[in-house]
């Protein structure tokens, strides 16, 4: 019994250290890090070029390749000679993931993702302006707990070549599990 209380004990003391230390075992830390990324419109002749994003591994994906299997957020087509973006929903893959424009912002003052769920398209194509900012909420994923999470990040178009259907944006995503915020704690 004596053996238990003093291991409880030291449990309860490594624990009051950690917490006195500032260590929060369920904090994630990270910075700020907007990367620049290219996709192909899905339109275009040649198979195999990237056309769709995911956003919290930030990486490009093909979307005619069997390994995609709707693991993206949005891809890039055009529509009526415009560049767009479409949510996976609108090319009839099962996916929550939606894309919210969020005007009179810059890429840097959004700070925090809409709430409102209603401003997020999931089902149609997202017109790409030059100035307008976009919050992209991502498809359900399991977090680094095992819980269902959905990230948040944005993105801005830096050059859009309607021509060539090529589209180059600015994007970050939060690393946090459900949390709206798109710039670190103490940010």
């Known amino acids: 019994m004596r053996r238990f209380a ?4 030291c449990l309860l003391l ?3 250290v950690a917490v006195g230390c500032g260590d929060d075992p369920f904090q994630i830390d990270w910075s700020e890090n907007p990367l620049e ?3 192909f419109a899905l339109d275009r002749e040649e198979l195999n070029r990237p056309s769709a994003f ?5 990486r490009r994906v093909v979307v005619e ?3 995609s299997q709707g693991q993206w957020d949005f891809a890039v087509d055009r529509l009526d000679g415009q560049l767009v973006l479409l949510p996976p929903r609108a090319l009839g893959v099962d996916s929550r993931a939606g894309i919210a424009p969020v005007p009179g912002v810059t890429f840097e003052e959004l700070r925090d993702a809409p709430a409102d769920s209603a401003l997020y398209v999931t089902r149609e194509a997202v017109p790409v302006e030059y100035g307008m900012v976009y919050a992209v909420q991502t498809r359900q994923q ?3 707990f095992g ?3 959905r990230y948040y990040g944005k993105l801005e178009a830096v050059r859009i070549d309607q021509e060539a259907g090529v589209l180059i944006f600015l994007h970050d995503t939060s690393p946090e599990c459900n949390s709206r915020r798109l710039v670190p704690p103490g940010g």
Do not use: F, I, V
Not at 6 to 9: A, K, L, Y
Not at 54 to 58: G, S
């Open 6 to 9: 003093s291991m409880g004990s």
């Open 14 to 16: 490594l624990a009051l």
């Open 37 to 39: 990324a290219e996709l």
């Open 54 to 58: 995911d956003m919290l591994q930030r």
């Open 65 to 67: 390749s069997a390994q």
């Open 142 to 144: 399991t977090g680094r």
């Open 147 to 149: 819980q269902r999470c």
